[in-house]
């Protein structure tokens, strides 16, 4: 009798335990799906909230245009959500539509500042299509038109000619040579540069490189190939000219190792 009474009471207390057991696993259930949509709904509250909506766009190394100018562009995304704003396109945006503007990096600084990192173009040379000077970076882009200040790009060399069309901002003209004459006129000297005007492209199967000089003589210098050789040779040939006081015509360097004067 006794024996049945202590089983009895293992019974009830085993009994007891697995609905202790199954109490607390519910228990922790709820427990989890509670804290599961409550950190949601904060989340989402978080996300949605003030806290998060950009407020200020901030511009990096912008030299060329003004800065409302480009802001203009970008007043959509002021009050928009920053995990929300696609870089990209925003990047892709400004290269588009500023000729000038060659790379654009967008950075989001949290929580609600976007800085965007701006690498321009730089000018290189310069097109004078029938009287009309466009600005080209080392990239054969078209950056600017020339109207005013002309002064102000001395140190660039003027390639005369060299298009069938006018170009357009932001066109890149792919013209054979035409960006080896800016780096050709690159490597001259500053005395080879003061005797030099002008430059441009023969019209011929060959498309010869050629500079005009200040006082209109022409300087027929072919490919880039040896330019440094060229450089020297045409070096000595202007001193040679200035210190003899030779009257000559044209200069031409293509051959190095028969340069000619005449």
Known sequence: MVQRINEDKRIKSRKRKSLFRKFLAVSWILLSVVIFFGVIFGLNYFYNSSYFKIKYVRLKNNKSYDTQDITSYLKDIIGKNIFEVNKKSIEDLLVNNFPKIKSAKLEKIFPDTIVISIVERE???????????????????????????????????????????????????????????GEIYNSFNDFVKSKIKSAGIEIDKFGDIFFRTIDDKLIIYGSKSEMIKKNLILEEIFKEIENEEISYSIIDIRITDNPIIK
């Open 123 to 181: 000018q290189y040379l310069i097109i004078n299509h029938k009287g009309n000077f466009f600005l080209i970076d080392n990239e054969g882009v078209v950056i600017d038109n020339i109207t005013k200040n002309k002064d102000d790009y001395k140190n660039l060399i003027v390639v005369e000619d060299c298009l069938n069309h006018q170009p357009e901002i932001g066109e890149n003209i792919g013209v054979k040579n035409v960006l080896s004459i």
